[in-house]
């Protein structure tokens, strides 16, 4: 079992930056990744970035250069680094744990809105 909590969104003007954070708890030594997915109004929950265990990251196309993601290992948190932030980046963005013991598992966080707009 393993809880995830995110934290950090909140109202942004257009360019501005927000960092959203994501704990995890428990069995966090079987973590295999760590991921941001996003959903706005009326459209499906799509991934934003990722990080895996080792470190290597992925990103969605219409984040690539803005948003960053990273992981503090001991505290057992991700990161996502917001910048140049637009108007269709407003969603709730959710942070996604995984974890594999000997199948695997996914973990969701309750989501944090982030909201773009002058």
């Known amino acids: 079992q393993v809880r995830v909590v995110e934290s950090g969104g909140g109202l942004v003007q257009p360019g501005g930056s927000l960092r959203l954070s994501c704990a995890a708890s428990?069995?966090?030594?079987?973590?295999?990744?760590m991921n941001w997915y996003r959903q706005a109004p009326g459209k499906e929950r799509e991934l934003v970035a990722s990080?895996?265990?080792?470190?290597?990251?992925n990103y969605a196309d219409s984040v690539l250069g803005r948003f960053t993601i990273s992981r503090d290992a001991e505290k057992n948190t991700a990161y996502l680094q917001m910048n140049s932030l637009k108007p269709e980046d407003t969603a709730v963005y959710y942070c996604?744990?995984?974890?594999?013991?000997?199948?695997?598992?996914?973990?969701w966080g309750q989501g944090t809105q982030v909201t773009v707009s002058s």
């Open positions: 996604n744990v995984r974890v594999v013991l000997i199948e695997a598992y996914n973990y």
């Open positions: 428990g069995k966090t030594y079987a973590i295999s990744a």
């Open positions: 990080i895996a265990s080792g470190g290597s990251t």
